[in-house]
């Protein structure tokens, strides 16, 4: 059961003009799932991705690079779930290669106009086959409001798929942004997302467009954390089809560049936190705000000691308040000189310890009452300066193990 | 279960020369359990010890490390469960302190001689009047062949006492070793123990014990890990009570001094390991294995992060041979020039993985058969140098979840 996480509200999941999905079942892993998704994009759009730190990064990840770095334009995107191409050598590299040649084809574009994505079971040899055989049913299913049945396309363990849209005033004209993502476990920052796709029909130079993507990565899905573990694909793409007459944004600093990129980090971050309520097994949210550090590094550090201690997870698990659990957490994130002494811990509005120690005034049932709840904020002072960081996080429970037992069955 | 840890072999258990110990139920959480040991030394021992990176660390800690500075010569140690006077503070050190000098004064010695250790829950004021109340009736059972009941006496949320000995002959005479250990969850390098105590009546000389205490922890205690959580009280001390009658040991390079070193590792490693093998939920012990790097530094770094990966440790659980979760934490575990095309992968002789792909003659079910057994064998091979480092590690089950949600219960 997602935390606190609804369906997608189909109201809000604009359609972006300059962009088509399409979604089919290809029967990559298994029969009867929609697992095959082609996003076409019409000429003239800007686009960029960010993508896994991982040193084992898949094969549609370093092809993603190397056609985006042709600058020949993207014109659509190629997504399948069941197979993630991970692992697989230059026999993979082969396959993505082949799928992107393939719907080329039936589009009349360059190959290397086409962004190919999988997520899914690592190490195992892509049926590069059955998603060629798919393509035409994927092309033909496209349509602008088809984002929801694009979040459903590309869930894997996810239970809820993720959409959010929003609309905001660019130089007077309406302009709308909608993106959806997937991803459950092997959920660590840089990048958290697995798949996260972002559109509007602003328009954006593209010369700007890596910027704002690093940035809506920065304040959203590289705050995540389910279970540490970075994955081999993650991807964040955003693109602007740049079909509203505004004027072309070529700064994040302008006035129209914020109000853009605050409304794109809106639909980014609800993206990124429905990743995290719908954690593996997560029965709850909780927020980890790190104040008073020296820098945002240090901050950072004492935030992901706490948000992946399987310990401090499954005591929020047990809705126990064995709050030192934190205390160790943040003793051993890797500060060298910090203090002990100055440390202040708050669990919401409880201030649960004071210079390093239990604070005297501090009692169970208080700490008892947040724990119950299924949000939860913890809060750390350091008192060592003025930085701060906030990452978001779930809790680890038996379903965790449960999922991750059985995931490939 | 743990897996394959019998209970310690009485015989093995030498009693040392000039230690004596001494265990009763003081109640300091529950009545009821062995929950106060002292250790009492005869005059003139060399003793060293290797305390918690954790920032963190537990008033005991700070307490041991201030008394060891003294130079005063280690007469007593004295040791609870069921508290860890961990995360308490001013009023943590003042109640560490009281307890060394009720026991100093029943032993007629200076207050600093004493070594003091908590284990158990975090953040909770630390019983001490009932631990002082508990002394004389642990100083009335000290005797030499008590390392059996010492190592019971020490348990948390172990399921098995914890206790190797060994004898190895040095300049002609026979010299014993034996020691105890516990800890089965927060388990991680620096140090991995939480409590492990090894004494010989060998000549050892007070300079070269630091030395000698360091290179036994990085040979075992740092090179176990359970769930990559850093106890606050983690503490290793090594006793040589100058007992037998062969020349003094002042280099860890002379035969003699390399002969006790190995004796001694042999004790520690075994109290080590069969900490992850009592691992919280346990079914199967993990060696990772690194070879090919260019440094220790980067092997560490690449055995750790298959060692803590959630996924690979849930896999194990589910003896499921999603072999490219293996893959992906490689890829994560921060060698920033790793090379994937060099990757190599062997699960005990099976070879899974090569040039960073799938073996071509890799079939499933030679996985399937080492991921079913209770003792396997994770090798990564870099391809980047001569560089190799070992930790073991366990799976991770429903059982963990279930005992850390429940442990202050």
């Not at 694009?150 to 004209?173: L, S």
């Not at 203090?339 to 509005?349: M, N, P, S, T, V």
Request: glycine share 10%.
């Amino acid at each position: 059961m997602p935390v606190n996480l609804p369906l997608p509200d189909f109201a809000t999941l604009f359609p972006i003009a300059g962009v088509r999905i399409g979604v089919t079942e290809a029967g990559v892993r298994k029969v009867g799932r929609k697992d095959l998704s082609v996003v076409l994009i019409d000429e003239g759009a800007s686009v960029a991705g960010v993508f896994t730190t991982n040193r084992f990064c898949a094969a549609p990840v370093q092809v993603c690079r190397e056609h985006l770095a042709t600058g020949l334009g993207v014109r659509a995107m190629l997504i399948n779930t069941g197979n993630a191409n991970a692992g697989t050598g230059a026999d993979g590299l082969a396959r993505a290669r082949s799928t992107c040649r393939a719907l080329a084809q039936q589009l009349g574009i360059d190959a290397r106009q086409i962004l190919p994505f999988s997520t899914g079971v690592i190490m195992e040899p892509l049926p590069h086959d059955r998603i060629e055989a798919g393509l035409q049913a994927a092309i033909t299913d496209a349509k602008p409001d088809n984002w929801l049945r694009a979040a459903e396309g590309i869930m894997t363990t996810d239970t809820v798929p993720k959409a959010f849209g929003t609309q905001v005033t660019i130089g007077g004209q309406v302009v709308s942004i909608t993106g959806i993502s997937k991803g459950a476990g092997m959920i660590r920052p840089n990048m958290a997302t697995m798949l996260g796709f972002i559109a509007t029909d602003a328009c954006v130079s593209q010369s700007l467009m890596h910027q704002l993507a690093l940035e809506l990565a920065e304040g959203s899905f590289n705050r995540v954390t389910v279970d540490g573990d970075t994955s081999t694909n993650d991807s964040l793409v955003v693109i602007a089809t740049n079909k509203v007459g505004h004027a072309v944004i070529d700064s994040l600093d302008s006035i129209d560049g914020k109000a853009l990129k605050n409304a794109m980090l809106g639909v980014a971050r609800n993206l990124a936190q429905a990743i995290v309520r719908d954690g593996e097994g997560a029965t709850k949210f909780i927020t980890v705000q790190i104040e008073g550090g020296r820098n945002a590094q240090e901050c950072r550090k004492v935030a992901y000691a706490i948000a992946h201690s399987p310990l401090v997870k499954t005591a929020f698990y047990a809705s126990d308040p064995n709050l030192g659990r934190i205390l160790a957490a943040v003793g051993y994130a890797g500060v060298d000189d910090l203090d002990q002494g100055c440390i202040e811990l708050f669990l919401d509005d409880v201030h649960v310890a004071t210079q390093g120690g239990r604070n005297p005034n501090y009692r169970e049932e208080d700490g008892q009452r947040v724990m119950r709840q299924s949000e939860i904020t913890v809060r750390v002072e350091l008192g060592r300066g003025t930085a701060s960081e906030t990452v978001w996080t779930c809790d680890f429970s038996h379903e965790y193990v449960t999922i991750n037992a059985d995931y490939r069955s």
